[in-house]
């Protein structure tokens, strides 16, 4: 059957979230790092390469090509692993100029500085890793007119070794920072923000305190309904009692500390909710795709900033393991102690959009 590539692309979208690992995987990534103890340096070559003869599109923000929004490297020191301090971007509903198109046999690149986002501070050797998820892949047969959705893929590359001198650690604590003058008021505090954006915040900010509050009173009184194992899988004492602090901390932030919420957004696709540095709490940057969002429900305000407010390292840590609904379900079901670490697990526990006790 002939498809047209905005068509594929928009089932994609549709279907964003519900993604299966493909069978066959036409990408393969490599590593490499030019440093050594002669020459030391920051970065290394990620490279990513389309083995079949068709056009592959994959989602650009999955990707380093355009920087890190999350932690897709996995960076050791003398065998522990070291923290990834660089913004963590919440990703909406994906649009098509998301993805990006690699041609038969092309090879994309970027040059990584590690030492940039993570925390690089001792000299020596660093021990570099890529296992990157990618949500979509979709093949294009230019010659025959035929497009398909080929699924997800892992992408996995070979450890390299780099040699770092090392940065300062008063590099690592002004990531993040808020560039401006603060407006306080007894909700929070506002950088960058106009007056109506303020107001809209306000709302968001009570609601998401609702859901905080919502949240912790459930796993307090000890509940496993359908509510709980929808967004984090089958029980263990061990898995609820991590999400039982994540909640405990996420509701004494946003009811006794201060949140202050950045206008300023750094990524300017329109696809981009939020970010937030981990250890920066409680500095939440605001980008696009959250102000057109509903104060309550599903991929709401309120449930972006519990969303965020879980990626702060003081309140557990948590990643972007999947998005979408339909993608931390499907986590839940198949791997319930990634369900107990993803941001947007939490989001959609708290929301309870449709209802579920």
């Known amino acids: 059957m002939k498809l047209s590539l905005s068509g594929v692309l928009g089932s994609v979208l549709l279907a964003f979230g519900s993604a299966v690992l493909a069978a066959g995987n036409p990408l393969s990534v490599q590593l490499s790092a030019a440093s050594n103890k002669a020459a030391p340096g920051e970065s290394v070559l990620w490279q990513i390469t389309n083995q079949s003869t068709e056009n592959v599109y994959v989602l650009r923000w999955e990707t380093p ?91 996995d590359a070979d450890q390299v070794t780099m040699y770092s001198v090392g940065r300062s650690p008063a590099y690592y604590q002004q990531l993040g920072a808020v560039d401006g003058p603060l407006t306080f008021t007894k909700a929070a505090a506002y950088a960058n923000c106009s007056a109506s954006r303020q107001s809209s915040l306000g709302s968001a900010h009570t609601q998401a305190r609702s859901y905080a509050t919502n949240s912790v009173n459930y796993v307090n009184a000890g509940s496993t309904g359908a509510r709980y194992t929808t967004w984090f899988g089958s029980y263990t004492a061990s898995r609820y009692s991590t999400v039982k ?41 605001l980008c696009n795709a959250f102000w057109s969002a509903p104060t309550a429900g599903t991929d709401s305000k309120g449930g972006t900033i519990v969303h965020e407010l879980s990626h702060f390292t003081v309140n557990g840590g948590t990643q972007d393991h999947v998005y979408g609904q339909s993608g931390a379900k499907n986590l839940a079901r198949t791997n319930p102690n990634k369900a107990v670490a993803n941001a947007d697990s939490h989001e959609y526990f708290s929301e309870n959009t449709p209802f579920q006790n």
């Open 65 to 155: 090509l355009d920087g890190l929004s999350r932690a897709v490297f996995d960076v050791s020191f003398n065998g522990q692993p070291v923290r990834y301090m660089d913004k963590i971007v919440h990703w909406g509903h994906p649009e098509a100029n998301d993805f990006v198109k690699i041609a038969p046999g092309q090879t994309l690149s970027a040059e990584v500085n590690l030492a940039a986002s993570y925390e690089m501070v001792k000299a020596g050797e660093y021990h570099i890793g890529f296992e990157g998820q990618l949500s979509y892949v979709v093949a294009e047969d230019a010659l025959k007119g035929e497009v398909s959705d080929l699924g997800g893929a892992q992408l």
């Open 245 to 285: 602090s994540h909640y405990s901390k996420i509701s004494a932030a946003l009811n006794n500390s201060t949140v202050t919420y950045d206008c300023y957004c750094m990524p300017s696709a329109a696809s981009a909710f939020a970010y937030v540095y981990p250890n920066q709490p409680y500095i939440v940057h």
